[in-house]
């Protein structure tokens, strides 16, 4: 790839990669991303928040664009918030998903759009939620709602089902609901370390961040080929696969450092902000 040539658009995870293991973005990272910006390229960043919970991280940078949010499900204008793209769920999918949760006696969560259902996540009444997810619910001023028999609620403005437990856990939910749900439902698992969770999110098959950044791209007017992603976790694998350059981090789950192109440094050692360096002075062994 020549970058001379064409004008790029970056599309770059944002915990695990963007973010340093403390949930800050360093200076250096900061530095490097607004050079790219300054070169006359493009940043998408492509998460599993929502706009509420990736706000922040957006001020932080000081980087404001359209942004892929909720793993693909969202593309964002970050600048006001208003959604360009979203893609709502299968209301029966959403219902028989929450079911297949709660038959594990844990709570399933299901995302809404705020503007038009009045709250951000709808919660299953009388299961088992995590600690975690209630410390980030609060922390993040999100407005949830709990309900019985998530199966029977109304789905139309779902836009994910997830469910937050601990790893072991979430093997067993994993395995029901792959069992159940052969083709019907894209699940994709993100690991929370430092509180020993995993994150298991459920969209419609077609949703993933590598679709959402094909709708960035186009909107830039870049061409596909000129998508280059970095993550570090199974909800980026979809993207890591399918750009023509793709890096995942040194602190990445070892499926996603298969399905990358490349490895780089950690999120502990800037490893996002040394390849944005090498890439922009022509220095990376690739790309």
């Not at 706000?55 to 208003?82: I, M, N």
Request: proline letters at 3%; hydrophobic letters at 45%; aromatic letters at 6%.
């Amino acid at each position: 790839m020549s970058r001379q040539v064409s004008k790029y658009l970056f599309g770059i995870d944002l915990d695990g990669t963007l973010l340093n293991p403390l949930g800050e973005v360093a200076d250096r990272t900061k530095q490097a991303i607004h050079a790219v910006l300054k070169d006359g390229h493009r940043v998408a960043f492509a998460t599993g928040r929502n706009f509420i919970e990736a706000r922040p991280v957006f001020e932080s940078v000081a980087h404001h664009d359209l942004a892929v949010l909720v793993s693909g499900a969202v593309v964002c204008d970050t600048r006001t918030g208003d959604w360009l793209k979203h893609s709502p769920m299968n209301a029966t999918l959403a219902g028989e998903l929450c079911e297949t949760i709660e038959a594990t006696g844990h709570a399933a969560v299901a995302f809404q759009d705020r503007s038009v259902a009045g709250f951000d996540y709808m919660i299953s009444q009388g299961r088992e939620v995590h600690p975690s997810l209630r410390v980030w619910f609060t922390m993040a001023g999100l407005l949830t709602v709990y309900r019985p028999d998530m199966g029977k609620q109304d789905h139309s403005k779902t836009i994910r089902i997830s469910t937050v437990t601990e790893v072991e856990v979430a093997k067993q939910i994993r395995s029901a609901v792959e069992k159940r749900f052969v083709g019907r439902a894209y699940l994709h698992g993100i690991l929370v370390p430092h509180d020993g969770v995993e994150i298991l999110e459920m969209f419609d098959p077609n949703v993933n961040k590598w679709e959402g950044l094909k709708y960035v791209a186009d909107a830039h007017g870049i061409a596909t080929q000129n998508i280059i992603c970095v993550g570090d976790d199974s909800n980026d694998l979809p993207m890591l696969r399918a750009a023509t350059l793709s890096l995942a981090m040194g602190n990445a789950r070892a499926e996603v450092k298969q399905a990358a192109k490349h490895v780089i440094g950690t999120n502990a050692d800037d490893g996002l902000a040394v390849f944005l360096e090498q890439w922009l002075s022509g220095t990376t062994r690739f790309g």
